[in-house]
Nanobody, 119 residues
Framework: VQLQASGGGLVQAGDSLRLSCAAPGRTFSRYNMGWFRQAPETEREFVATITWSGGSAYYADSVKGRFTISRDNTKNTVYLYLNSLKPDDTAVYYC?????????????WGQGTLVTVSS
């Protein structure tokens, strides 16, 4: 599965962004999908995941209530809506196809898209 992430950019604190991750091919709907992020000199961390059907979503405590993950299986695309952005949200955001919910269950990574939040 090839994953193509887009939508990052430079924004101010309090702004919003929408990240997209397209996965051309027929197998997209077989996977849970997730977003992870990695800030400079830190480990990659879980942000949000959504089940293959879109029926359930899970969030890191740090983004709960501000970020929303969704997917459109007809478009083979997963989205991450980032609201009320904070400077601490600055990171490279990676989309992933996974069987579970954690970083350890990732089977395919997309390239990252950089989100920079200025104060």
């Amino acid at each position: 599965v090839q994953l193509q992430a887009s939508g990052g950019g430079l924004v101010q604190a309090g702004d919003s962004l929408r990240l997209s991750c397209a996965a051309p091919g027929r197998t997209f709907s077989r996977y849970n999908m997730g977003w992870f992020r990695q800030a400079p000199e830190t480990e990659r961390e879980f942000v949000a995941t959504i089940t293959w059907s879109g029926g359930s979503a899970y969030y890191a405590d740090s983004v709960k209530g501000r970020f929303t993950i969704s997917r459109d299986n007809t478009k083979n695309t997963v989205y991450l809506y980032l609201n009320s952005l904070k400077p601490d949200d600055t990171a490279v955001y990676y989309c992933a196809a996974l069987y579970g919910r954690s970083l350890a269950s990732v089977v395919h990574w997309g390239q990252g898209t950089l989100v920079t939040v200025s104060s």
